[in-house]
């Protein structure tokens, strides 16, 4: 595998290339399934212009999505938009075999975003981002493995570019979450059909409040979310993001995927493992503003 041209995740660890050595017991992608992600690539799929209405057949599939996901509740989904979630799992960096990876994200949607990555290698290096409607903000470091990580980090502001990667997460986030796919703004269109290993999925194009244009593949029998597709943004441009979701779990009468495989352009680059989420939070809004 070449050198990663993207981040791991769309602003993740900045600070990498100061790591040295390994993880004695490296967390390799140990359950991905090539045949269920396509070759990925900028020219494989394009946004289209979002429609001035839905197509019936196309919002009964995404009404039954919803209902599959939260068991005929979809008003569900409300207590998600303020909520933190932290997954584990493996993030490859500069190729094969990877570091074990700890993500936490904090959200209140619409404007006040967290999103904190530890990984662990010879040293364990902590990236924390934050948006809020005031400004934004970035802290990097690393530290000895067994040490205690210091009290503060200094902070810096977000360049323009890593304020887009962030913005664009932000989006990725929220539509993992589900609820912007129930917002009364949401159009959807059919999209192809797919085979996604031993799953026959239909296909939606929806346009959300969250990102200009996503592309779900949908598991015909269950209607649940099976693959996620999108533009994300990195090295000062688009790229195509592929979400591959499994082992749905039920979090409040929610279920959502705990496992993701996660592929930008055409290098597969993490898989998340487990997933707890503490939803209908309500924050102090200078809680976004530190790490």
């Known amino acids: 595998m070449a050198a990663l041209r993207y981040s791991p995740s769309a602003f993740l660890l900045l600070a990498l290339a100061s790591l040295i050595g390994c993880n004695p017991e490296p967390a390799t992608l140990r359950t991905a399934k090539p045949a269920d992600l396509p070759p990925a690539g900028e020219a494989e799929w394009k946004p289209l212009a979002r429609p001035a209405q839905s197509s019936p057949e196309a919002q009964k599939k995404l009404d039954a999505l919803l209902a599959a996901h939260t068991g005929g509740k979809p008003e569900l989904l409300a207590k998600l938009k303020n909520c933190t979630f932290i997954r584990n799992g493996a993030i490859v960096v500069h190729g094969p075999p990877g570091y074990a990876a700890t993500q936490t994200v904090d959200v209140a949607w619409s404007a006040r975003f967290k999103h ?82 031993e799953r026959d999925c239909y296909g939606l194009h929806i346009w959300t409040p969250a990102l200009a244009c996503v592309m779900l593949h949908v598991d015909k029998k269950t209607s649940t979310i099976v693959r996620m597709t999108f533009l994300g943004y990195e090295n000062s441009h688009d790229v195509l993001k592929v979400l591959l979701f499994d082992n749905l779990q039920d979090f409040g009468g929610v279920k959502l995927p705990a496992k993701v495989y996660l592929r930008a352009g055409s290098f597969d680059i993490a898989e998340w493992r487990s997933l707890k989420v503490t939803f209908d939070k309500t924050f102090d809004p200078k809680f976004f503003d530190n790490p």
Request: glycine fraction near 6%.
């Open 116 to 197: 904190t990555t530890e990984l662990t290698a010879a040293a364990i290096t902590t990236n924390a981002v934050g948006l809020t409607p005031d400004g934004n903000w970035l802290t990097e470091g690393n530290r000895p493995l067994g040490e205690t990580a210091p009290a503060t980090l200094p902070k810096k502001k977000l360049t323009e570019e890593v304020l887009i990667m962030a913005q664009r997460q932000l989006q990725e986030d929220a539509c993992f979450l589900l609820f912007p796919y129930a917002d009364p703004l949401t159009r959807v269109q059919l999209a192809d059909d797919a085979k996604i290993g």
